[in-house]
C-alpha cells in the first residue's frame, strides 16, 4: 500500500518538478544612446524594446529586441540618417541576449555578460553593472551599456564636416515582471 | 662497391627532387566546407554570417549564406577548424570540423538558442530587413549630401547677389554692376535649383513622420522655393527697365524685396538643421 502511494506521489510530483521554469517578461523600458558632436548633444530615446526571460535549472537566458527605427531624437530627419549609417534597413533590430543565475535577482547589482547584435555586426561587453531594485514580482533594472560606432563598424556620422565622437553610451531602465 | 655507392647515392638524389615537388603539390591540396544554415524549425536563414576559423594558424575565412541558406568556403587546407555562425536574432553558434583531403565537405549550421524573435511577438516583416531597404536609405542619404553641400555653397552667390543688388537698383548704376549682380544671381539660382533637385529627388521612407526642426526646414522652402522662382523674373524686368534708361517701375519694384525675404527664408532655413533649438 505504501509502495502504491509513493509510486502515485512520484507520478503527480515529477511533472510538476520538472515544470520548474519561470519566465520574466519585459512590461517597460527605456532605452536611450547618447550621441555627441561639438555642435550637438543628441538622445536618441526608445520604449518599443520587447524582451523575455525563460529560467531553467537555476539559469536565466534573456532575450531583448528593440526596432532600430523606433529610436526618436526629436528629429525625423537626423533618425533616418541614424537608420541609415547603422545599416537599419538590412538589420532592422537591436538584439540582446544575456544568461544569468536565477538568483541574481536577489541582489542589488547585476554584473552581466551581455551580447549585441547590431548593425551587421555582433558585440560582446563583459561584467556590465546594473543596478536592480525589486517591487513585489517587478525587478527594475537600470545601467549603461558603453556601446562604441566601432564595436559594430559603424562609419561616424558628421555634421559640418565634423565627426561625431565613437562613444555611444546606450542607457537601459526596464522593468521585468516575473511569471510562473 | 663504388657502382653501388654511386647508384645508392643517385636513388637518394632522385627521391628527395621528387620529395622536393611532391611538397608544394600536396599543400596546394584544398578542400571546400559547404552546407545549409537553418533555424531550429528547419527553416533556411538567409544572410547568416559565417567564419571559418583555421584552429592551428588562426586565420579566418568568412563569407554569408544566400537567399537559399546555403553557404560555401573554398580552399581550405587540411586541419582543424572552427565555424560560428550568427545571424540577426540568433545567438552564435560554433561547431568544429575536421577539413581532411576530400575535396567538398558538408556541414549543416543550425541556429539555435532558448528563446527567437518570434517570441517576443515581432512578425516577420519587422525582424528582416532588406538589401533594398538598404539601398533606398543610401541614395537618400547620399542625395540629401549632396542637397546640403550644394546648398551651403549657394549661400555664397546668394549673399553676393544680395549686396550687389544695392548697387545695381540705384540711381547712378552703370550696367557693369547690373551685370555683375545678373551674373551672381544666375550662378545662385542655378545651384539652388540643383541643391532643391536632390532633395524633391530623394527617395521618401514609408512610415516616417516628419518632425522636429526638419520640419521648419521645410515649411521655410515654402518661402524661398517661389521666391527664387519669382525673384529672376523680376529680376529681369527690372533689368531691362534700367537698360532702357527707365527707373524701375510696376512689378518690377518687388524684385528687392522679393529677394531680400528669400534669401532670409533660405539662411533661416540653413540655421534651423545647424542650430539646436
Known amino acids: 500500500m505504501k509502495a502504491k502511494t ?9 511533472p510538476a518538478l520538472a515544470q520548474t521554469e519561470s519566465q520574466w517578461v519585459l512590461s517597460q523600458s527605456t532605452l536611450t544612446y547618447h550621441v555627441s558632436h561639438p555642435l550637438h548633444q543628441t538622445d536618441g530615446v526608445s520604449h518599443a524594446a520587447r524582451g523575455k526571460g525563460v529560467c531553467h535549472s537555476g539559469q536565466c537566458d534573456f532575450l531583448i529586441a528593440v526596432p532600430v527605427k523606433s529610436f526618436d531624437s526629436g528629429d525625423s530627419n537626423r533618425d533616418l540618417h541614424m537608420l541609415q549609417v547603422t545599416r537599419g534597413g538590412e538589420f532592422p ?13 536577489a541582489s542589488a547589482t547585476i554584473h552581466a555578460d551581455i551580447e549585441v547584435q547590431f548593425a551587421g555586426q555582433t558585440a560582446r561587453y563583459k561584467q556590465v553593472l546594473f543596478e536592480l531594485t525589486k517591487q513585489g514580482n517587478d525587478a527594475k533594472i537600470s545601467g549603461t551599456i558603453p556601446a562604441t560606432l566601432t564595436d559594430f563598424r559603424i562609419d ?19 522593468t521585468w515582471r516575473k511569471e510562473k | 662497391m663504388r657502382m653501388r655507392a654511386k647508384k645508392l647515392v643517385t636513388g637518394l638524389g632522385i627521391s628527395m627532387l621528387l620529395l622536393c615537388l611532391s611538397t608544394p603539390l600536396r599543400a596546394q591540396v584544398t578542400a571546400t566546407l559547404a552546407g545549409t544554415v537553418t ?9 547568416a554570417k559565417i567564419s571559418v576559423k583555421n584552429l592551428a594558424t588562426g586565420q579566418s575565412v568568412k563569407t554569408q549564406s544566400d537567399s537559399a541558406g546555403l553557404y560555401h568556403v573554398p580552399n581550405l587546407v587540411p586541419g582543424d ?29 543550425t541556429l539555435g ?7 517576443l511577438g515581432f512578425s516577420p516583416a519587422q525582424t528582416q530587413g532588406s538589401a533594398q531597404d538598404q539601398a533606398r536609405l543610401d541614395k537618400r542619404s547620399h542625395m540629401l549630401k549632396l542637397h546640403q553641400r550644394i546648398g551651403l555653397i549657394a549661400t555664397a552667390p546668394i549673399v553676393a547677389s544680395v549686396i550687389t543688388g544695392t548697387f545695381a537698383g540705384g540711381r547712378s548704376t552703370s550696367s557693369t554692376d547690373r551685370w555683375t ?10 545651384l539652388y535649383f540643383l541643391s532643391a533637385y536632390y532633395a524633391i529627388r530623394a527617395p521618401k521612407i514609408q512610415g516616417t513622420e516628419t518632425h522636429g526642426p526638419i520640419r521648419l526646414h521645410k515649411i521655410l522652402a515654402w518661402i524661398h522655393g517661389p521666391g527664387m522662382i519669382m525673384t529672376p523674373i523680376l529680376g529681369a524686368i527690372a533689368f531691362d ?37
Not at chain 1, 533590430?93 to 535577482?105: F, I
Not at chain 2, 533555424?39 to 544572410?47: E, F, I
Open chain 1, 6 to 14: 509513493l509510486l502515485a506521489f512520484l507520478c503527480l510530483a515529477l
Open chain 1, 93 to 105: 533590430m537591436v538584439v540582446v541576449r544575456t544568461s544569468l543565475p536565477e538568483d541574481a535577482s
Open chain 1, 156 to 174: 561616424p556620422p558628421s555634421l559640418l564636416t565634423i565627426a561625431v565622437k565613437n562613444e555611444i553610451p546606450v542607457r537601459v531602465e526596464m
Open chain 2, 39 to 47: 533555424n531550429q524549425s528547419g527553416a533556411s536563414v538567409s544572410n
Open chain 2, 81 to 109: 577548424y572552427e565555424v560560428s555562425v550568427s545571424a540577426e536574432g540568433f545567438p552564435t553558434s560554433t561547431a568544429k570540423v575536421t577539413i581532411t583531403q576530400e575535396s567538398n565537405q558538408t556541414l549543416n549550421l
Open chain 2, 113 to 119: 538558442g532558448v528563446l527567437s524573435l518570434g517570441d
Open chain 2, 181 to 190: 549682380h545678373l551674373a551672381l544671381g544666375s550662378a545662385a539660382g542655378d
Open chain 2, 241 to 277: 527697365q534700367k537698360s532702357n534708361g527707365e527707373k524701375v517701375h510696376g512689378i518690377a519694384k518687388a524684385h528687392g524685396p522679393v529677394a531680400i525675404v528669400t534669401a532670409a527664408a533660405y539662411g533661416a532655413a540653413i540655421l534651423s538643421v545647424s542650430i539646436k533649438w
